[in-house]
């Protein structure tokens, strides 16, 4: 396995439309339903977050559909090959770059009005799932393996999307308004993120064929190295749940700056965690396919 400059700005473009992706959906969910417990100007920055993040998650996806174009012909002079950047429009970029730009759309006119409707929650789950539409697990002939990763996409950009509109409000301070949205985020978060590992477990089953594969293969070594992070991500978001936000609830202030450093670290983890997707789907494949 060897990574080359196209492979490598390939795994970029992929991170940014992955992490924008993301953060312009989680950040709709969380508006609909922590929408009464936040003020005027946290609304504002969150909308923010779903307009700048959808520019940046259309940004990212023409940019794979030129880096793509490039590799093929070996230079630069490829991204501006007609006949290439045709050919991986037809291949599949170009549905879920579509799909992915009309969820978008729904999305960010959706949270213009003061609760994002069910267009706007709609959008947010078409551009949050548009990555099942291409893929390894759309490579396979039949099955489960694509409705398994929508499933899990869903979870991520719930979870990993709310990080940045959970920060937002907790950057208020005040206890009585971070307590109740840091609640009802963990509340729904907790059944959201159970569906999310069950969906991957069943789909990380079916791509490697055989869980020797784990420690055999490139893809399973990358996988390895990215569950390890994920648990580590997953057991912030046990400490923000049990300990902080049971501390937030009694009106103890400390517990806000313990939580805005512990969103900050899951933000953290949560973009390699991304990256580490984008070289997995660029540079190795699963077992199950070879």
Not at 86 to 100: E, F, K, S, Y
Not at 151 to 178: C, E, K, M, Q
Not at 252 to 274: C, Q
Request: proline share 3%.
């Amino acid at each position: 396995m060897t990574l080359g400059v196209w492979d490598a700005w390939a795994i970029g473009a992929k991170t940014l439309t992955y992490a924008a992706t993301f953060s312009a959906a989680g950040a709709v969910w969380f508006l609909r339903y922590c929408n009464g417990l936040l003020g005027g100007e946290e609304r504002r920055k969150i909308r923010r977050i779903v307009f700048s993040s959808a520019g940046l998650s259309l940004f990212g996806g023409a940019a794979q559909l030129l880096i793509t174009a490039g590799s093929m012909q070996g230079s630069a002079a490829g991204m501006l090959d007609g006949s290439l950047l045709h050919l991986v429009w037809q291949a599949g970029a170009g549905r879920d770059n579509a799909i992915r730009a009309v969820g978008l759309l729904l999305a960010a006119v959706g949270v213009l009005s003061d609760r994002p409707a069910w267009p706007a929650l709609f959008g947010a789950a078409m551009a949050a799932t548009s990555f099942a539409w291409t893929g390894h697990a759309r490579s396979f002939d039949a099955g489960p393996s694509p409705l398994l990763l929508g499933v899990h996409l869903l979870g991520v950009a719930f979870w990993l999307g709310a990080l940045a509109p959970l920060l937002i409000v907790a950057r208020n301070g005040d206890t009585s308004r971070v307590a109740p949205a840091t609640a009802r985020f963990g509340a729904a978060a907790l059944y959201v993120v159970a569906g999310m590992v069950a969906a991957a477990s069943c789909l990380l089953f079916r791509l490697l064929g055989d869980i020797t594969q784990l420690w055999a293969s490139d893809y399973g070594r990358f996988m390895m190295l990215k569950l390890g992070l994920v648990a580590v991500l997953l057991g912030l978001a046990a400490f923000n749940k049990l300990r902080l936000t049971p501390r937030l609830i009694a009106g103890n202030t400390a517990a806000v700056t313990s939580l805005r450093h512990s969103v900050r670290m899951e933000l953290m983890l949560g973009v390699l965690i991304l990256g580490i997707t984008a070289a997995l789907t660029t540079i190795a494949g699963p077992p199950a396919l070879d």
